[in-house]
């Protein structure tokens, strides 16, 4: 679905950014004011490919709420400016194409993923792992309480393919949050995060890969290790495990995590690469949950 922006902006004599006339306004995106938190630094941007709202500071919006807060006018009355502006679809629905990312190169960090602060490290030293190392190796940045952004008080883990970052993923520090992880919607990364693979760069020179689910699965593994984010894991993350000579699967200890690893095997099976399920660490243990030592000991082991 698109959204007829330019004449949208016109007809209202919305004030708005193009790329370069505002430092918030990049390369795809428009850039407007964002009624939900205020402010004239043409915070929320509109991505052009990706037909979708986001503000730096507040997250992301959906077109129809844009319009009548932007606008300030009732539910109705958004609802029938949407309808008017909303291309018409011509194409059948097999054309259309899938939303997979603003078609972008790489995604920028927004401002308020800042170097970590005592919290985030507070937390990480909690799971064992050592701030200054993850930071060095893994670039986290975090996030501070920012109110009515689910993007709030997190360790932000950016993930990269090949040298650029195409999203990224938020661990949440409090125990409070609704969801544990918040990852960056697909219309603004510039991959889906269900595309890629967690360490994917750092494992590429290795000739085994291990697959995890987390990120913290990874920092504990080390390079040569990769992540699926999550149990659910997409045909795209097969195709590149399909890229290594050989695959070793060390899911979560549970029921969901040894049935994604043979269902894996499976699939790598069909285009011959050799897949090994591992049993689980001792009763169930995550890679995470590993001492250093042991991590580094099986990751020998595998080689
Ligand atoms: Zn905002």
């Given amino acids: 679905m698109t959204f007829k922006i330019h004449e949208f902006l016109r007809d209202f004599k919305i004030e708005h950014a193009l790329p370069g006339q505002s430092a918030k306004v990049t390369e795809g995106w428009i850039g407007v004011h964002c009624p939900f938190c205020g402010g004239d630094n043409f915070k929320l941007g509109y991505n052009v490919k990706g037909n979708?709202?986001?503000?730096?500071a507040c997250g992301g919006?959906?077109?129809?709420?844009v319009i009548e807060r932007l606008l300030s006018v009732s539910n109705d009355k958004a609802a029938s400016?949407?309808?008017k502006y909303r291309g018409t679809d011509k194409s059948r629905p097999q054309d259309r194409q899938r939303i997979t990312g603003t078609g972008l190169s790489t995604v920028p960090w927004p401002y308020y993923c800042k170097p970590i602060q005592e919290p985030h490290r507070a937390f990480l030293r909690s799971r064992n792992f050592d701030p200054d190392k993850i930071v060095d190796k893994w670039g986290i940045r975090g996030t501070g309480p920012i109110p009515r952004n689910p993007q709030q008080l997190r360790i932000m883990i950016p993930v990269?393919?090949?040298?650029?970052?195409?999203?990224?993923?938020?661990r949440d520090i409090t125990g409070k949050a609704r969801a544990k992880y918040w990852s960056l919607p697909t219309e603004l990364s510039a991959k889906p995060i269900k595309s890629c693979l967690y360490g994917y760069d750092e494992a590429?020179?290795?000739?085994?890969v291990v697959v995890c689910e987390g990120p913290t699965d990874v920092w504990r593994l080390g390079p040569g290790a990769v992540a699926l984010f999550g149990v659910a894991y997409r045909p795209a993350q097969v195709r590149l495990l399909a890229?290594?000579?050989r695959v070793v699967m060390v899911l979560d200890g549970d029921d969901a995590g040894y049935e994604a690893a043979s269902k894996i095997r499976d699939e790598l099976d069909i285009v011959g690469v050799d897949c090994a399920v591992m049993p689980t660490f001792g009763g169930g243990v995550d890679p995470a949950d590993l001492t250093d030592e042991d991590a580094a000991a099986f990751m020998r082991s595998v080689r």
Avoid: A, L, R
């Avoid at 979708?52 to 730096?56: D, E, L, S, T, V």
């Avoid at 919006?61 to 709420?65: A, E, I, L, V, Y």
């Avoid at 990269?160 to 938020?170: P, V």
């Fill in 160 to 170: 990269t393919m090949n040298g650029e970052m195409m999203c990224y993923q938020g």
């Fill in 243 to 245: 890229e290594w000579g």
């Fill in 52 to 56: 979708g709202w986001n503000c730096w």
């Fill in 81 to 83: 400016i949407y309808t």
């Fill in 204 to 208: 590429k020179s290795h000739d085994t």
């Fill in 61 to 65: 919006k959906n077109t129809f709420k």
